[in-house]
């Protein structure tokens, strides 16, 4: 048996116990969580050659006349820091040539991206939505440019300018505005020296990249020449 202010004091030391016994289960949650915390801030921005300013699909057969003259199917990625990547697959028709694509990579000047982000600017991308008719190519010629745009804290939209049969209505002046500086922007960034270029076909073996070469795709002469990887050092042979 113990003394009355004894057992008292047992009993209150169990209560305190009791009572404690979550708090380090406490502070370590809150320890967890603090790390947590810290680790999402540590993470690096992601940098502006990555963040998407516009993205461009566009399609479109080119006519002079009556005559056809190329069909083009081009994919062009541009990051709100001005690098741009242009995939197009192209055919000559009127020359019967095949398919070729060609890949670009380059960086634009700031006058030319501070020139695409004032027309974005002003055209107001954010409200704009649908298909829209409008006629930017010689007659004749059948395009569609499907543009996405991409804003800050998640905002995009994506518009459409054609003129085939799908278009509810005309499109706007500022709709028009955009476009054709998006086409201005991709131009000048395409002109740049600087800019690198990969074809599947080719004309010297500086038109290839990846160490590849400039060869005869046939054994007929004036053929089309095509990027190869090197075989034994050279072009493969031409069966």
Known sequence: MCSRSRCLGLRGALRWRRRSAPLPLIVCAA???AAASGLAVAQPPVPDNLQPLVKLHDTHVLDAGPAVVSSTDADVFVARGGDLVDVAVTRQI???GSFQTDIAEGTAS???LA?????LGAGHPGVQSGVCFA???PLGSTFRYTISWFGLHGRSTTFTLTNQGDAAG???AAEIAMA???FDFVAAVL???ATTHRHSTCSANADCGGGQLCCPACAVPDCAKQCHAPVNGGCPLIP
């Open 94 to 96: 009127a020359a019967g």
């Open 115 to 119: 020139a695409l982000q004032n027309a």
């Open 31 to 33: 320890g967890i969580a």
């Open 135 to 137: 006629e930017l190519l």
């Open 191 to 193: 002109a740049d020296p």
């Open 180 to 182: 054709t500086a998006i």
């Open 170 to 172: 005309a499109c706007s």
């Open 110 to 112: 700031p006058a030319t």
